[in-house]
């Protein structure tokens, strides 16, 4: 508490909401990991998994949508508090008895959840803008950055989590466990977080949801194809098929999961030295549609040595790596333009219009991942993912061009 009371305003503002990010998305990820591997040994089908997760993502292109504006009119500090109360609760919900955990009712806490991580997330990255001067664009690229690669390298750690206290602790144990320790941080939260943060000057009208700027719809439909693209096979048909084709434990499942992400979460943090930095320069559309365009290769090489038996599982697990690193390049350059984009005042409503499209994506993407698995396995989620990738490309052709 000393320590955070010497520095400047911004930078306990920017470490307060930080660290409410990493909290929630710890357990955000170690849920995931404990619904998908739980019901998956209770012999739930991949299609019947996905579905648990169906209300987590429409909820959260609503919660998105509506976040934004509640942001811009209450304030940020609110929707993230509110956030962090959510998720205890949906973890609370999942705690009843064993005779008690119907699908419905798991739905209803993935529902929960899906409006806590979006009305957290979208106050973070929101809260970034109002921290950084206007015309000091590679610094917010710089702390945009590391915010969202910590934030997935923590999701990493949080699918890792999961896979190891479902083991040690049980489905019930693991849930209480991160339920108790993210009430504290919920309370840390509503103690000190700034109360006005985010709150614009003008209140905007509920007619004002949707964005009327060319560019940020652009963006937001290229997210809406990115990051279906990788849903389409890691949600529900990546843990499946390594558990069930490769013959891996929980542990194993678990522990590939939060490499991957927190590798991903890493290369993220450091994306201006691949985008331009060097140079003294910050990133446009041009960048976005080349790396876009760079990683539709990754599953079109995947999908080929799956369907031919040429060195498949290497190949594949070769190839998931290399995706997750150009990938995460991806995101973080899109996380940056996103905000570079949004307008000041109001900033939450640009914010939460952006990752509405990315949770559109991430529904179709989880839907699609189930059903294209059970019906056809990995080798086809992952043409989809090399389509989806191509429209990416295609949309992003039609962002600004230059910075500025």
């Known amino acids: 508490m000393a320590a955070l009371t010497k520095l400047t305003p911004e930078i306990r503002q920017y470490l307060l909401v930080t660290g409410n990010y990493w909290a929630f998305t710890l357990t955000d990820g170690a849920l995931r990991m404990l619904v998908v591997l739980h019901f998956h040994q209770l012999g739930y089908s991949p299609l019947a998994i996905a579905l648990l997760f169906l209300f987590y993502e429409i909820f959260g292109v609503i919660t998105n949508l509506v976040g934004g504006w509640l942001g811009a009119r209450i304030g940020l500090n609110r929707t993230m508090n509110t956030g962090l109360g959510l998720q205890v609760a949906a973890l609370a919900m999942l705690l009843v008895p064993a005779t008690m955990l119907m699908v419905p009712w798991v739905m209803a806490a993935q529902a929960l959840s899906g409006i806590a991580k979006d009305l957290n997330k979208m106050s973070a990255k929101s809260s970034i803008k109002l921290l950084v001067s206007g015309d000091a664009q590679g610094t917010l690229y710089k702390w945009v950055a590391i915010l969202t690669g910590s934030k997935n390298a923590l999701k990493g750690a949080g699918f890792f989590l999961g896979g190891a206290l479902l083991t040690l602790l049980g489905f019930q144990g693991a849930l209480l466990l991160m339920a108790a320790a993210l009430a504290v941080v919920w309370l840390f939260s509503l103690l000190m977080l700034k109360r006005d943060l ?34 389409v096979w890691f949600v529900v048909a990546l843990p499946v098929y390594l558990a069930s084709s490769l013959g891996w434990d929980h542990w194993r499942v678990g522990g590939f999961l939060a490499l991957w992400v927190i590798g991903y979460g890493i290369i993220q943090s450091f994306a201006p030295y691949f985008t331009g930095k060097r140079s003294g320069r910050v990133p446009a559309g041009k960048e976005a549609s080349l790396w876009a365009l760079g990683l539709s290769v990754l599953p079109v090489i995947m999908a080929l040595s799956l369907s031919t038996g040429f060195y498949s599982d290497t190949i594949l697990l070769g190839g998931l790596l290399v995706f997750g690193g150009i990938f995460a390049i991806n995101s973080s350059l899109h996380s940056y333009l996103i905000v570079s984009y949004a307008s000041e005042d109001g900033v939450s409503m640009d914010v939460g219009f952006y990752y509405m499209a990315n949770a559109m994506g991430r529904l179709i993407g989880t839907v699609l991942s189930g059903y294209l698995y059970q019906v056809a396995g990995l080798t086809a989620c992952l043409w989809f993912s090399a389509l989806f990738l191509g429209i990416a490309t295609v949309i992003s052709l039609l962002l600004p061009r230059h910075s500025g």
Not at 203 to 230: C, D, E, H, T, V
């Open 198 to 231: 985010g709150k614009a000057k003008n209140k905007p009208k509920f007619s004002q949801l949707f964005s009327k700027a060319r560019a940020i719809n652009y963006l937001s439909a290229a997210r809406m194809f990115l990051f279906g693209a990788r849903d």
